[in-house]
């Protein structure tokens, strides 16, 4: 399979040991709020190459018992710690939608539940939890989502070394409104953030994430004053992408990095795009 035959929302890519891992949202009724097998669980597709990958492997499955019902959404995977686990996120009902931790001591193995339930606060509708690692401290970045609060926010929460556990209240970091090309997508105040993914160069700390941009869903980023999760965040009026596509994360490979996104952001026609980037365009200004 190339990339024209995957129909994945929020690519994640993993290299571990000379393959690359991509995992993403099963793009087709990823909508729904119904019980739909096809969209009840993650997959794993796996390259040698960044060109050819495989059919995907299922990594997990909705089962009796689990909480989450419906709309299961951008699973990413870290390794930490020797071990492999996966944020992802979903909904049912008497529960937010929110972000769990799963493990595997593979990379392409059948994912169990580590947390008990949804990481993120309770009483929040809350998407798109990635693993963000200070000075041996976890911490989850999330985002607070528009459809509880409308003007969206970017938090983080810090993790137990075992991130099986939030520990303490969560940080905010940045809100959708605060951009300078802000969209309103329901003429009301709403402002839509997704997708947060932390990048580093030497002490300075980015986040690309996502929003809209004249009612196209774009890649934004965003800048702590100090390096740190804990700074002044700020973003950046330059989009990094803006072109109906977005949800994207970056890797690195043999001295290069690489930008992956979904374009365009029409269900059913996803699929990941993979460009070359060099991330001191995302630094210097």
Not at 71 to 87: D, I, R, S, T
Not at 96 to 104: D, K, P, Q, W
Not at 252 to 265: I, L, M
Request: hydrophobic share 35%.
């Amino acid at each position: 399979m190339n990339f024209a035959d995957i129909n994945i929302r929020d690519p994640f890519i993993l290299k571990h040991e000379g393959k690359y891992y991509m995992y993403g949202t099963r793009a087709a009724n990823t909508w729904d709020r119904v019980v739909d097998k096809y969209t009840l669980g993650f997959d794993v597709y796996v390259s040698d190459d960044l060109k050819s990958w495989s059919a995907p492997k299922p990594i997990f499955e909705y089962y009796d018992g689990f909480w989450g019902e419906a709309q299961f959404w951008a699973p990413e995977v870290h390794k930490y710690n020797g071990k492999f686990y996966m944020l992802a996120t979903c909904i049912a009902d008497g529960y937010h939608r929110g972000t769990a931790i799963f493990e595997c001591d593979t990379p392409d193995g059948i994912f169990k539940e580590h947390s008990n339930g949804a990481l993120t606060p309770s009483e929040w509708d809350c998407l798109d939890g990635t693993l963000y690692v200070e000075n041996e401290t976890p911490y989850m970045i999330f985002c607070h989502e528009w459809t509880q609060i409308k003007n969206g926010t970017i938090c983080a929460l810090e993790l137990s070394r075992d991130l099986k556990r939030a520990i303490g209240e969560p940080i905010y970091l940045f809100s959708a409104g605060d951009a300078s090309w802000r969209y309103d997508i329901r003429d009301n105040g709403s402002y839509v953030t997704d997708g947060p993914f932390a990048v580093r160069r030497d002490k300075e700390l980015a986040l690309i994430w996502s929003s809209f941009y004249k009612d196209e869903y774009c890649q934004a980023v965003a800048h702590s004053s100090n390096g740190k999760i804990d700074g002044k965040w700020t973003i950046d009026d330059k989009l990094l992408f803006e072109r109906n596509g977005g949800h994207g994360m970056i890797f690195s490979d043999n001295g290069k990095n690489y930008f992956v996104f979904h374009t365009p952001n029409d269900t059913p026609n996803e699929r990941p795009c993979l460009k070359e980037i060099n991330i001191n365009t995302l630094f210097d200004k």
